[in-house]
């Protein structure tokens, strides 16, 4: 795999004796601080300056200089060789493991040195994937005070949004939830730097957000492409980012959205026969997976009821005590609390179709026991839910560490069966069904598992 390198480019200006006027040496806006480039390559770097001028170039890696000298048209142009990648400065090669939170935040940037490759991230991204492990770095760095973690993040957030607050890669007229979710770290980033671009790409996302196209009761799309539908999923992405906008930068009417959405997502994917949710509604009722009746999904995955609880027990950090949606969304997080402990094994885990355990080719998965983990501890933390619930959160806490985590001979921790990727619809068409969920690819380390369980054991101190 092709690794990434950060630089920083430094001009110094070699003028002729001749010169009378200051000269003027420029580079393409493609060459700026915290660029990107791949390692062990010969670089162009190009730019205009005076006719006659002599550039020199020095890359923040190395300790000899490059020079080059403008042509008649002031056009000039060099090559740059670029080492091996950085050793990852936030890397613990030797550590006292006296918490599982630590341990594991820890292995994580071992094998993720930067933070674009958490979820095994190929490419700089503004993954939501990479979101859920960055907010886990950042709650680590919250308990700890230990600033190597909010670097990790601020890294990242730094080579994906310029000095203008656009963000790589994010392209808004897809409508696509998934984007907002990442923004959720830019609030810590923004109140420790006080970079503006910062504010400004979250109020880029916040401006998706208005426009992004609604179900006729003004749910939110779970993306363009997917149109009519309301996925557990997008509560997760959109609604926390949007409850704290609201309360940080006073901006109540963006609560009030966040509370809408779940609402509206309760209405529509809540069962009353099991108090499980289904995984998403077709308000259309015209997809294959959807029931012709109800417009409810099939199945109720376990990874998309976690990120519905956890988005509720997120997004009330932001929500007023008086709110008149406070107390339905406490009482539907007390709902699932009380159902979920009968879909637990024996073991602490639970299995990836939630209500069918015992069916021929289920299995426990990481991510939905990491994320309901979390949510439990949290929710007992924040007093939402009786303090019995711990010994749920607990039993589940013990299962991972007895099942599916695995200490490798480098010291590391590694999350073993996390479920790659779940959806439905799409090409190939993924039609919701039994056979569907189990026959998603599972790998290790997938941050969808991984955030919750750093942020999991922060909550129960572990």
């Known amino acids: 795999m092709k690794e990434l390198l950060r630089f920083s480019i430094f001009l110094v200006l070699g003028l002729f004796a001749s010169l009378t006027t200051e000269a003027k040496v420029t580079l393409p806006a493609i060459f700026s601080d915290n660029m990107v480039l791949q390692q062990n390559a010969q670089v162009n770097v190009w730019g205009k300056a005076t006719p006659g001028e002599k550039v020199t170039v020095k890359a923040s890696w190395a300790d000899k200089v490059v020079t080059a000298k403008a042509a008649a048209n002031g056009k000039w142009t060099l090559k740059l060789k670029t080492p091996d990648a950085m050793t990852n400065p936030f890397r613990t090669d030797t550590w006292q493991p006296d918490s599982y939170a630590r341990w594991f935040a820890d292995s994580e940037m071992v094998r993720f040195p930067q933070a674009y490759q958490l979820d095994h991230g190929k490419r700089l991204f503004f993954g939501y994937a990479q979101g859920v492990g960055c907010c886990a770095m950042l709650q680590m760095w919250k308990k700890t005070g230990e600033r190597r973690y909010f670097d990790y993040v601020e890294q990242w957030a730094d080579s994906l949004i310029d000095d203008k607050g656009e963000i790589h890669l994010y392209h808004v007229e897809t409508y696509n939830l998934d984007y907002i979710n990442s923004g959720k ?45 309301i996925w557990l999923d997008g509560l997760y992405m959109a609604s926390p980012f949007l409850a704290q906008y609201g309360a940080e930068f006073n901006k109540p009417e963006w609560i009030d959205e966040a509370v809408k959405q779940f609402t509206l997502c309760q209405k529509h994917t809540y069962d009353a026969k099991t108090g499980l949710y289904h995984h998403a509604w077709d ?50 997080i007390q709902g699932l609390a009380e159902v979920l402990p009968a879909y637990q094994d024996k073991n602490g885990l639970w299995y990836q179709v939630l ?53 490798c001979q480098d010291g590391t921790l590694t999350l073993t069966r996390c479920c790659q990727v779940g959806g439905l619809g799409g090409h190939p068409y993924r039609d919701g069904s039994f056979e569907y969920y189990i026959g998603e690819k599972m790998r290790d380390n997938d941050a969808k598992a991984t955030g919750p369980f750093i942020m999991g054991c922060i909550e129960l101190g572990k």
């Not at 504010?199 to 009761?217: C, I």
């Not at 997976?289 to 409810?296: F, I, L, M, S, Y």
């Open 185 to 229: 770290v830019l609030f810590d980033l923004y109140r420790e730097t006080g970079k503006e671009k910062y504010k400004t790409a979250m109020d880029a996302l916040v401006r998706q957000l208005k426009n992004h196209p609604r179900t006729l009761e003004g749910a939110y799309w779970h993306k363009l492409i997917y149109q009519h539908q």
């Open 355 to 407: 209500d069918q355990p015992k069916r021929k080719g289920n299995f426990p998965e990481a991510s939905v026991t990491t994320q309901f983990m979390y949510a439990y501890a949290k929710a007992v933390n924040k007093g939402y839910i009786d303090e019995k619930y711990r010994a749920v959160a607990e039993k589940a806490f013990n299962g991972l560490k007895s099942k599916l985590i695995v200490e």
């Open 283 to 332: 308000e259309s009722k015209s997809q294959r997976w959807a029931d012709p009746e109800t417009g409810h999904s099939p199945n109720f995955w376990g990874r998309s009821i976690g990120w519905w609880f956890m988005a509720m027990v997120d997004a009330l950090d932001y929500i007023p005590e008086d709110h008149e949606g406070r107390a339905r969304m406490i009482g539907w």
